[in-house]
C-alpha cells in the first residue's frame, strides 16, 4: 500500500529522472509504525537515547528485583509507570505487572491449544469481520493476509474458546491489537485474559453490566473532580454513558494520539480502573472545563459533539497529559468506598443481576496476590486428587515470594 506521496513520485515522467534509480515501495511510517500520509509528519521522536537506556536498566532492574518488591510497599514501580515504560520493555513489563506472565506460565501450552482448534463459526464471522477496522493504516494491520490480521484473529479467536460463555466482544479488536503492537500473540492473549477477568470484569461480557456500572462511578468522580462540566452535563441531560462507553470499553485507543496512549496503559497497568476514571475526567476537562467552552455548547447535541470529537483537545504533549491525570485526586480506598454505594443502588435497580465489582483488581499488586491465591488454590485441588508431593509453597513457583498479606491488599487499596 502506497502513501499519496509515493503514488505521486511513481507516476512521474521518467525521463527527468536517472534511468538507475527506484522508488521504494515501502510506505513511510512514524516511530510507532503508523503510515504517513502527504504532508503528514513523524511527530515527536520520543526521549532522548540517553535517557531512555536510564530507565531501562531500572526496569531491568526492577524485573530482576520483582519477588522483593511485591514483598514491601514501595513507590518504585509507580513512579516508573508514571516516566513511561520504555517502547524496548513494554513486551515484558505489561505482562508482569497485570500478572499474565504468570497465568501464561501456570497454564503452559494451553493457548496453543486453543489457537489450533476451531471455533464456533459465528464468533469467526465477526472477529473476521472485524479485522480490517483495526488500525487500518498501521503497517501490522494494512493486509488481510499479513502477520498483524492473522495475530489478531488468532488472539481474539482464542478468547472465545476460553471464555465461551463471554465470547468476543467488538471492543476487544483494538484493545487487543494495540498489544499485539508491543508483544508476540502468546502474551497479548494473556494480557487480554488479565485485561478482561481481572482489571475490568464485566466490561466484555454480554450484557455489558461492567461498563454500565462504571458509568456511575464516572458521574460520582465527574461531580467530585469537576463540578462545573458536570452540571452542564446534567443541565442538558448528558449522561456518561452517551459518550463514555467507547472510552472505557477500548481503553481510549480511538481517542488518544499514539504516544500518549502508550503512556496511559503504562499507567493502567499499574493503577486500575482508577486510570481510565482519571482520564476520562481530563477529557471532558478539556472540552468543558472553562465558562467559555460550556457557552459554546448550547444544547445536549453540541455537548455531545464536543466530547464525541475529543481527540482534538489532546495534543502530543504526552508528558502533561499523564502530569493532568495523575493529579486528578482519586484513590483506590475512594473507589472502594464509592463502589459500594453504587452496588447497593444498582442491586435495587438490578435485583436479578449477579454482577459484583468488588472483585476486581485495583493494580498490579492485587493482580499478583490473586494470581498467588489461585495458584494455592490449583495447588490444593492436586494435592486432594493426590497428584501434586511438593510443598504448597514450591521454591520454582515465580510466586513463591509473593506472601498473601491482607495487610498489604488493604494498603494498596489506599494509595493515590
Given at each position: ?268 497497568f499499574c493503577h486500575g480502573v482508577r486510570v481510565l476514571l482519571q482520564v476520562a475526567v481530563v477529557l471532558v476537562r478539556r472540552v468543558l472545563g472553562r465558562a467559555e467552552q460550556r457557552k459554546q455548547c448550547q444544547g445536549q447535541m453540541e455537548t455531545l459533539e464536543r466530547l464525541r470529537g475529543v481527540r482534538e483537545q489532546v495534543q502530543e504533549e504526552d508528558d502533561t497529559f499523564i502530569a493532568e491525570v495523575c493529579s486528578v485526586p482519586l484513590s483506590n480506598k475512594d473507589l472502594e468506598k464509592q463502589t459500594e454505594k453504587e452496588l447497593q443502588k444498582w442491586r435495587k435497580d438490578k435485583p436479578s443481576s449477579t454482577f459484583d465489582p468488588r472483585g476486581r483488581c ?55
Open positions: 500500500m502506497l502513501s499519496p506521496a509515493q503514488k505521486n513520485l511513481s507516476e512521474e515522467d521518467s525521463s527527468g529522472s536517472d534511468a538507475g534509480s527506484e522508488v521504494s515501495l515501502e510506505p513511510e511510517t512514524d516511530r510507532f509504525g503508523f503510515i504517513l500520509t502527504n504532508g503528514s509528519t513523524a511527530g515527536s521522536v520520543g526521549p532522548p537515547p540517553e535517557l531512555v537506556r536510564q530507565r531501562e536498566a531500572k526496569w531491568i532492574n526492577i524485573m530482576l528485583q520483582w519477588n522483593r518488591i511485591l514483598l514491601k510497599k514501595s513507590s518504585k514501580v509507580k513512579v516508573q509507570c508514571q516516566k513511561g515504560i520504555p517502547a524496548s520493555l513494554r513486551a515484558k513489563c505489561w505482562p508482569l505487572l497485570c500478572a499474565a506472565a504468570d497465568r501464561m506460565k501456570q497454564n503452559e501450552n494451553l493457548y496453543e491449544s486453543l489457537d489450533s482448534q476451531p471455533a464456533l463459526q459465528s464468533w469467526v464471522d465477526v472477529i473476521e469481520r472485524d479485522l480490517d477496522r483495526q488500525f487500518p493504516f498501521h503497517e501490522m494491520f494494512l493486509s488481510k493476509d499479513g502477520h498483524g490480521q492473522r495475530g489478531l484473529f488468532r488472539v481474539l479467536k482464542a478468547y472465545t474458546q476460553y471464555q465461551p460463555e463471554e465470547g468476543y466482544c467488538q471492543a476487544q479488536g483494538p484493545v487487543a491489537a494495540v498489544l499485539l503492537m508491543n508483544m508476540p500473540a502468546e502474551e497479548a492473549f494473556w494480557c487480554l485474559v488479565q485485561i478482561s477477568e481481572q482489571y475490568l470484569p464485566g466490561y466484555y461480557s454480554p450484557l455489558l453490566e461492567g461498563v454500565l456500572f462504571d458509568a456511575g462511578m464516572l458521574t460520582w468522580v465527574l461531580k467530585r473532580t469537576c463540578p462545573a462540566a458536570h452540571k452542564h452535563l446534567q443541565h442538558h441531560g448528558v449522561e456518561p454513558l452517551m459518550f463514555a462507553t467507547d472510552w472505557l470499553m477500548c481503553l481510549f485507543t480511538r481517542h488518544l494520539p499514539f504516544n500518549t496512549l502508550l503512556r496511559v496503559w503504562d499507567l493502567f485495583y493494580g498490579y499488586r492485587m493482580a499478583w496476590a490473586r494470581a498467588r491465591q489461585n495458584e494455592e488454590e490449583r495447588d490444593r485441588k492436586e494435592r486432594e486428587k493426590g497428584n501434586l508431593s511438593v510443598p504448597l509453597a514450591r521454591s520454582a513457583s515465580t510466586l513463591s515470594a509473593v506472601p498473601l498479606a491482607p495487610a498489604q491488599e488493604a494498603e494498596e487499596r489506599g494509595e493515590r
